[in-house]
């Protein structure tokens, strides 16, 4: 059996969205900016993938740029917001659990002068709300934070962060990095006080390589990237056209059935955690998002469960599928708290709608089989 349990990852494409790419590369190929006929339906297709992006968000479609993914998004967000808004003032406040491409560009922004300030979360992974609106002033201009974190499933008060920072500073900009909760939440950002959420499109069954970042109207941020002047000069190059519709059509197709969705993910989840927690030294770190468990398997290295797993056909993550490869300690799982014989020791396990409990239960064997010959070798080591 197969069970691919690194759905935060990466997902896998729905067949509808595969058709639809393919349809574009094949048949619908025109170049969106030509002014003949394949021209003008390519055009259409991203005209229309706008309109579906801002009807499930409840915003304009003016108000939707699309990007190359979740990381461009941020940077456009941070990068761009916080240039375009220098003079009004030179704060900006994040979190500690941070993906790195939020985190990033704002090492980039604190090497140019911005003065970044980085609030600290509890053991749960959640932000301290209170201190975080404590260090709002003046010279605040962006708050980023972040709605679901990626390794361990923690979920912020966004709506209540956006009420409580800008009843002390209305002209401070929201921005949530909202990648893993998009097709897991409903989220209206206009109505929860968000001026800017970056979403990406291989999160929820969608092609790779594309994104969206919602910008509220008359929200000031300088482009990123200069060129021809595409999408109203905010994100200049040729749109992807196949990932730009690929995208909207897995995001209605996604929000289609999301209560049964997210009720069935839920199920997984929980199921797995109850299973491997009765096994002995086996913890959960895992936050309340539906789709993600965070487990630590103490005594057995990640990276070896990892590997272990894989040859019973099970897929999960030591971390953040953008820094696992690096060896480096998570900065997620330091920051709530756990000591350094459970941080090297810690995998992901995230789900889709596609997953089975069927697969849940293989991977519980496989782990209840695996543990104890793991843990013999490290200990004769």
Not at 1 to 21: G, H, K, Q, W
Not at 228 to 254: D, F, K, Y
């Amino acid at each position: 059996m197969e069970a691919y349990f690194d759905n935060s990852a990466t997902t896998p494409v729905y067949p509808e969205v595969r058709d639809l790419v393919v349809k574009l590369m094949e048949q619908d190929y025109g170049n969106p900016s030509s002014l003949y006929q394949k021209g003008v339906d390519a055009a259409r297709y991203v005209s229309d993938a706008k309109d579906k992006i801002a009807r499930l968000l409840k915003v304009q479609a003016k108000e939707i740029v699309f990007t190359s993914g979740g990381t461009e998004s941020n940077n456009m967000a941070l990068i761009g917001g916080a240039l375009a808004n220098r003079r009004a003032g030179n704060k900006i406040i994040t979190t500690v659990v941070e993906h790195a491409s939020v985190g990033s560009p704002l090492t980039f922004l604190e090497d140019i002068g911005f003065d970044v300030v980085r609030i600290p979360t509890g053991s749960d992974g959640v932000v301290d709300v209170d201190r975080l609106v404590d260090e709002v002033d003046d010279d605040t201009i962006i708050v980023s934070v972040m709605y679901v974190n990626n390794e361990i499933g923690a979920v912020m008060p966004v709506e209540d962060i956006a009420r409580r920072i800008k009843e002390k500073n209305p002209s401070v900009l929201f921005h949530v990095d909202a990648i893993q909760a998009f097709g897991k939440y409903v989220i209206y950002p206009k109505r929860m006080g968000i001026d800017m959420m970056s979403i990406s499109s291989h999160k929820f069954h969608g092609p790779k390589g594309v994104g969206a970042l919602f910008i509220k109207d008359r929200v000031k941020v300088k482009p990123v990237i200069y060129g021809g002047g595409q999408q109203g000069g905010m994100r200049s190059g040729t749109e992807n056209v196949p990932g730009i519709a690929g995208m909207a059509l897995a995001a209605e197709m996604t929000y289609r059935d999301l209560d049964a969705n997210v009720a069935h993910m839920r199920e997984l989840k929980e199921h797995l955690i109850d299973e491997l927690t009765q096994i002995d030294d086996v913890y959960s770190n895992s936050g309340d998002a539906p789709h993600i468990a965070s487990i630590t398997f103490k005594g057995v290295r990640s990276e070896v469960m990892l590997h272990a797993l894989e040859e019973k056909g099970i897929y999960v993550s030591s971390g953040s599928a953008c820094s696992s490869n690096k060896h480096s300690t998570s900065s997620t799982l330091k920051a709530i708290g756990l000591p350094p014989e459970k941080l090297e020791s810690t995998l992901r396990f995230s789900f889709s709608p596609e997953n089975t409990m069927e697969q849940i239960d293989y991977a519980v064997e496989c782990c209840k089989e695996l543990l104890p010959i793991l843990r013999r070798y490290v200990r004769k080591k």
